[in-house]
């Protein structure tokens, strides 16, 4: 038996992965609404037998009276298609614990494959399809379901579109450009001298059929003219702002903006040399990716391309970047098709273009497939951002990364560089554990630290005794 203490200590209160229900008359109908939110987006855990106190304000343990009752509920009605759509549940998902002589049931929802999704209610997909906000459950939009329907198919981004025929909708200065930045990577004339048709059927950007050649959806939003992008993807916006002051941008590059022709492989090549200008080292080397790049630009980099390669072009909103004295914000249509969790421990490929992706592998653009958001996490680790958050908004739907970049990363010393990673991996540090780890004196540590605290890297708590230091 555990208190009503240990069991909330454990859970936390109330939040984008925890539920408490009352489950005083049985199961609640909105257990199922729950049930359905956590599967379709990151997971979670509903507590039965637990409510929130209206008078005193805060969550008791009321208990369950006929816990067995209401198991055999809870599995009459997930494997029953006509109520749930999908039983993602174990045994071992659903646990009896005893609190303080109460019975509570505590049911752990894993977030479901994105080839399983939906998890609808009823029968009824349109209807009763919920997701998971900050706010608590609320009901899928008709384009959100699109979305999910889209991810849960294999239907790759090398598929051709069989409505265009021939080149005329690619931009061969695109193409062009691109074969020239592969053979600077290779040191080689290979691909400029070869056959335009034939190159481009190897890169997957075209499809032969009986009827002709057809650019692939990959091969059209990577060096298509937006014209015809348009064609096909409708909601295509790609839109690069600076922001320095009240005005609504001091610098802008936007694909509305048809005289640019800003294709995929124009603006990642166009915006990853302005961001090196402004944040990074601009001057050059052999191919693409300089081996000068700042930890700053390659972890804004890594951001950028990971938001090209994750879009669904399909769903409105576009790709944004915004440069701001504090840092970057991407954004990109579309969900994540990974839970963020299982992302950051990295291996887990699963783009939703995966033939772009692999157009900017060539290119140096992409080191490892499955490490996008992995890498974003190593880099806030290592001490190369200031800090780091991904979130996935619902209206519209769309990821949004946001780097706060050190504010002096390229005059940081080594040593600044090392304490700022120990501290990035440690909730918070002592004056000796960093004065160990950096292989200082205390007193020369005492020194730096103080600097880091000015030039707001970092955080001082506690007095004189008991101070310690952690990321802002």
Not at 169 to 179: I, T
Not at 193 to 215: F, Q, W
Not at 302 to 317: K, P
Not at 374 to 391: C, P, V
Request: hydrophobic letters at 35%; one cysteine or more; glycine letters at 8%.
């Amino acid at each position: 038996m555990i208190t009503a203490e240990e069991l909330l200590s454990y859970y936390g209160g109330e939040r984008y992965n925890v539920e408490y229900k009352s489950a005083v008359n049985g199961v609640p109908r909105d257990f199922w609404e729950t049930y359905s939110s956590f599967a379709n987006t990151s997971g979670g855990h509903i507590i039965l037998g637990v409510s929130e106190n209206q008078v005193l304000g805060k969550l008791e343990v009321t208990g369950i009276e006929s816990p067995d009752k209401d198991l055999k509920i809870l599995w009459d009605t997930l494997n029953n298609p006509a109520k749930v759509n999908l039983n993602l549940l174990t045994h071992d998902d659903i646990n009896v614990l005893e609190v303080d002589n109460k019975k509570v049931i505590v049911v752990h929802v894993p977030a479901a494959d994105r080839r399983d999704k939906p998890i609808y209610l009823n029968g009824n997909m349109d209807s009763c399809t919920y997701k998971r906000n900050h706010e608590g459950d609320y009901k899928c939009r008709k384009d959100e379901i699109r979305s999910m329907l889209r991810d849960s198919f294999e239907e790759s981004d090398n598929s051709p579109i069989t409505e265009i025929n021939g080149f005329d909708c690619f931009d061969m200065s695109s193409v062009k450009e691109y074969l020239q930045l592969l053979d600077s990577r290779e040191h080689t004339n290979r691909w400029t001298g070869s056959n335009d048709e034939e190159v481009l059927s190897i890169l997957g950007a075209i499809s032969r059929s009986d009827e002709g050649i057809h650019p692939t959806k990959a091969g059209l939003l990577m060096f298509g003219k937006v014209s015809c992008i348009l064609r096909v993807f409708p909601d295509f916006r790609l839109d690069y702002r600076e922001k320095y002051s009240d005005n609504r941008w001091d610098y802008r590059l936007f694909s509305d903006d048809f005289t640019s022709n800003l294709n995929v492989f124009n603006f990642v090549t166009s915006v990853l040399e302005r961001l090196r200008l402004k944040i990074g080292t601009p001057f050059k080397i052999d191919g693409f990716v300089r081996n000068s790049d700042s930890e700053s630009i390659v972890a804004v980099r890594e951001a950028v391309v990971n938001a090209l390669a994750h879009a669904d072009y399909l769903v409105s909103g576009g790709i944004s970047v915004i440069l701001t004295r504090e840092g970057v914000t991407v954004t990109n249509p579309g969900g994540l098709r990974v839970p963020l969790e299982k992302a950051k421990l990295g291996g887990i490929s699963d783009p939703r273009n995966h033939t772009l992706m692999r157009m900017l592998m060539g290119i140096g653009l992409v080191e490892q497939m499955g490490s996008g958001i992995y890498s974003l996490y190593k880099s806030f680790q290592d001490g190369s951002l200031m800090n780091l958050t991904i979130t996935e908004d619902t209206d519209p739907l769309r990821v949004v990364t946001e780097l706060s970049l050190l504010p002096s990363n390229n005059g940081m010393e080594e040593i600044e560089k090392i304490i700022l990673r120990y501290i990035s991996n440690h909730s918070s540090s002592t004056l000796s554990e960093i004065a160990n780890y950096a292989g200082i004196s205390t007193r020369t540590a005492s020194k730096y630290l103080t600097k880091m605290v000015h030039n707001g890297l970092i955080v001082r708590t506690g007095n004189t005794r008991n101070t310690k230091w952690s990321r802002k």
